[in-house]
T-cell receptor, first 113, second 114 residues
């Protein structure tokens, strides 16, 4: 069974640009979660999508947005990039109805210069 | 609001020593889930264990063991006879409902020296 896959592995952007990060969940998982791991700030919850709907959002500005597609894959968009957006972005998936735990991908390391 | 505290930021041990990682949590819910994850240098979070609030049985899996005590809101993790491959950052996390977001502790970096 394939795990959670994230792309790209690394992304370098200039301040003010937009970044798009992608996540494919484990087959059968309907929920996707996004977390930001910035240096010194630990793991912060960003967004939760389930069955195509946004279910919960962390304390991040609106320029962090995303969506979930009919095949349950997800995209995280970060607009108007700032230097402090440089971080490892981790995606996790779960099958909530089955009470599964959370499986994480290897992450996308975003560097804003 | 939920909160997870890992007071130890870094622990250094020599191979074969035991190491215990502390985790204290806060939640108003009576139903909740506790997790431990390992993050090696590659960055991926590796699932170690999930425990729900109604199951206070301690668990052992190989060299890993967990001690869940609701009375002190703690969910501690012990690595017995540590190995160099155990070197990683370990995170304790809490979810207040199945499928809801995870709230992570700050993590404990474990360095096992040969």
């Amino acid at each position: 069974e394939a795990g959670v896959t994230q792309s790209p592995t690394h992304l370098i952007k200039t301040r003010g640009q937009q970044a798009t990060l992608r996540c494919s969940p484990i087959s059968g998982h309907t929920s996707v979660y996004w977390y930001q791991q910035a240096l010194g700030l630990g793991l912060q919850f960003l967004l939760w999508y389930d069955e195509g709907e946004e279910r919960n959002r962390g304390n991040f500005p609106p320029r962090f947005s995303g969506r979930q597609f009919p095949n349950y894959s997800s995209e995280l968009n970060v607009n108007a990039l700032e230097l402090e957006d440089s971080a490892l972005y981790l995606c996790a998936s779960s099958w909530v109805a089955r009470g599964d735990g959370y499986t994480f991908g290897s992450g996308t390391r975003l560097t804003v210069v | 609001a939920q909160k997870v505290t890992q007071a130890q930021t870094e622990i250094s041990v020599v191979e074969k020593e035991d190491v215990t990682l502390d985790c204290v949590y806060e939640t108003r819910d009576t139903t909740y889930y506790l997790f431990w994850y390992k993050q090696p240098p590659s960055g991926e979070l590796v699932f170690l264990i999930r425990r729900n609030s109604f199951d206070e049985q301690n668990e052992i899996s190989g060299r890993y063991s967990w001690n869940f005590q609701k009375s002190t809101s703690s969910f501690n993790f012990t690595i017995t006879a540590s190995q160099v491959v155990d070197s990683a950052v370990y995170f304790c996390a809490l979810s207040e409902a199945a499928g809801n977001k995870l709230t992570f502790g700050g993590g404990t970096r474990v360095l096992v020296k040969p």
